[in-house]
């Protein structure tokens, strides 16, 4: 029996390369993110992703930090080379699914309360 998804701590599943995986953006990862989108908070990380202008290279960051999130040990580089059904609208849906886990309905980080 594969792991399953908790959606209360922003998990998805996912098959890739054939296997169904857990991916999530844990604040290491989107830590991880922000470096490598250059943007110096998770507002800019949110609004970064709600231009719907993501490329390939984005789609491939952001499925590999939430496979590491979640425990896997994948690099960007295998995530790459990982065959998803449909293709790119596939990788694209992955994405998007793992982006409204973590960041909800309007697409903003949820601000800390005081």
Known sequence: MGARANRHR???EAHL???MRVLCL????L???ETAFAVDSLTGLAERFSSGR???DD???IIGAGL???GNLFSDEDVAGMAVADGLAGFARIAAELLHATFGPGGEAASPRP
């Open 10 to 12: 922003g998990e998805i």
């Open 17 to 19: 390369d054939g296997q």
């Open 26 to 29: 844990t604040l290491g990862a």
């Open 31 to 33: 830590a991880e993110l």
């Open 54 to 56: 993501l490329r390939a």
């Open 59 to 61: 789609l491939i960051r």
């Open 68 to 70: 590491r999130g979640a």
